[in-house]
C-alpha cells in the first residue's frame, strides 16, 4: 500500500496522540503518503482529509486528547454514509484505514473491511472494556488519574472521619473501578459485573464492625449506579458521614503515561507494518505481554470476562 490514513474516533483517550505520531511517522519512514482523517468517521464523510508529514506530529507524545479530534457520528451508521466514506477515500488515493477507537469504532472499521476497504483497529478507550487484548490505550493513564484523586480524597476523609464515595467511568465495565480500587486500597469496590446489597457495602466498609476502621472508600464504577443515590442509602441506613465524588471528565484527558506512550507507538506501527503487507480486518492489542493481531469480527465478539480472583483478592487486603 501507498497511501494510509488514520483516524480517531468516540471517546478520547491519552495515548492517542503517541499511536498517530506511530503511524504517521512509521509510514512515512516506510515510503508511504499518510493522511490524518479529522473527526473520526464524520471527517471521512465531510472529506476532512489532511496530508500528514514527519513534523505535523512533533511535539504530540505528551499530550493527552487526539490532534485529530474526534466525533461520534450517526450518518456513518448508514450505507449512504459508508459509501461517501469510501468515495472520499478512493479520491485521494488511500488503500488503508486505520482507526483508534473503541469497540464501536471497531464496527464502522468492520463495515469499511466489509464494502472491501482494508481497515485496522486500535483500541483507544479509557474504559477497557474489549475483550480481545489485555489493556487499551488511556486505561493506565485514567488509573493514574484516579488514584491521585483518591489519594487525595483519603487525606480528608481520614482526618474528618468520613466515607466517601467516588465514582469512576468505564461504562458497563467494572475495571477502571477494580484496578483503582486495588491500588487505592479503597475498602469497597462496586462494579456491574458483581453486584452488591446494600448490607453487603455497609459490613465490607468495616466502619461501624470488627475492623474499627474510621473512615473509608467506596470505588463505584459508573456502570454499577449513581454516588448521589449510594450516598442517600448509606445516610439512611447508616450514621456514617458519607460524601460523595463524581471524578467525571478529568479521567479522560491529561498527559499520557510512560505505558500509553509505549502502547500507542507499538500499536501504531503494529497497525502500519499489517497494511504494508496489504492485511486489513484486524484489531491490533496486547497480550500476555505481546502485541499482537486478530480478526475484527472474532475480535469484536468475545466477550470480556471479569477478573473475579482480582476483585476477591482487593476485598481481602483491603480489611
Ligand atoms: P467507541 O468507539 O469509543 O466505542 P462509539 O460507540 O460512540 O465509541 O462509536 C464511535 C463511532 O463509531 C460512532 O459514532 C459511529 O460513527 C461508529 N460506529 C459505531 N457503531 C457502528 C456500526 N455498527 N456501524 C458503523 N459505524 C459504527
Ligand atoms: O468510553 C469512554 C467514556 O469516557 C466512558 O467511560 C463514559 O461513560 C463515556 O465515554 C462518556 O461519553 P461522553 O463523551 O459522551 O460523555
Same mark, same amino acid.
Not at 508529514?53 to 507524545?61: A, G, K, Q, W
Not at 470488627?210 to 474510621?214: I, L, S, V
Given at each position: 500500500m501507498n497511501k494510509i490514513a488514520v483516524l480517531t474516533s468516540g471517546g478520547d483517550a491519552p495515548g492517542m496522540n503517541a499511536a498517530i505520531r506511530a503511524v504517521v511517522r512509521y509510514g512515512i519512514g516506510v515510503g508511504m503518503e499518510v493522511f490524518g482523517v479529522e473527526r473520526g468517521f464524520q471527517g471521512l464523510i465531510n472529506d476532512a482529509f489532511i496530508p500528514m508529514?514527519?513534523?505535523?506530529?512533533?511535539?504530540?507524545?505528551?499530550?493527552?486528547?487526539?490532534?485529530l479530534k474526534t466525533a461520534r457520528c450517526l450518518?456513518?451508521?448508514t450505507e449512504e454514509g459508508q459509501q461517501k466514506a469510501i468515495e472520499n477515500l478512493k479520491k485521494h488515493g488511500v488503500e488503508g484505514l486505520i482507526v483508534i477507537g473503541g469497540d464501536g469504532s471497531f464496527m464502522g472499521a468492520k463495515a469499511l473491511t466489509d464494502r472491501g476497504f482494508p481497515s485496522i483497529g486500535i483500541p483507544g478507550t479509557i474504559?477497557?472494556? +474489549?475483550? @480481545?487484548?489485555d489493556f487499551t490505550l488511556g486505561f493506565d493513564t485514567a488509573c493514574n488519574t484516579i488514584l491521585d484523586a483518591i489519594n487525595k480524597i483519603r487525606d480528608t476523609m481520614s482526618s474528618h472521619e468520613r466515607v466517601s464515595i467516588i465514582e469512576v467511568m468505564g461504562r458497563n465495565c467494572g475495571d477502571l473501578a477494580l484496578y483503582c480500587g486495588l491500588c487505592g486500597g479503597a475498602e469497597v469496590i462496586v462494579v456491574p459485573e458483581h453486584p452488591m446489597s446494600i448490607d453487603e457495602i455497609i459490613k465490607c466498609l468495616g466502619c461501624n464492625g470488627?475492623?474499627?476502621?474510621?473512615s473509608g472508600i467506596i470505588v463505584l464504577a459508573e456502570g454499577a449506579g449513581r454516588a448521589s443515590e449510594l450516598k442517600e442509602e448509606l445516610l439512611k441506613r447508616t450514621d456514617l458521614a458519607v460524601k460523595s465524588t463524581v +471524578?467525571? @471528565?478529568?479521567?479522560?484527558?491529561?498527559s499520557p503515561s510512560y505505558r500509553d506512550r509505549f502502547l500507542g507507538t507499538c500499536f501504531g506501527v503494529h497497525a502500519v507494518k499489517l497494511l504494508a503487507m496489504g492485511v486489513g480486518n484486524r484489531i491490533v492489542g496486547i497480550k500476555e505481554n505481546r502485541i499482537y493481531d486478530m480478526d475484527i469480527i472474532q475480535g469484536c465478539a468475545m466477550k470480556k470476562k471479569f477478573d473475579l480472583d482480582l476483585y476477591k483478592m482487593a476485598q481481602v487486603v483491603s480489611r
Open positions: 508529514t514527519m513534523r505535523s506530529v512533533s511535539d504530540i507524545i505528551q499530550r493527552g486528547g487526539t490532534i450518518e456513518f451508521k474504559d477497557n472494556d +474489549l475483550a @480481545y487484548t470488627e475492623n474499627n476502621k474510621t +471524578l467525571g @471528565y478529568q479521567q479522560r484527558g491529561g
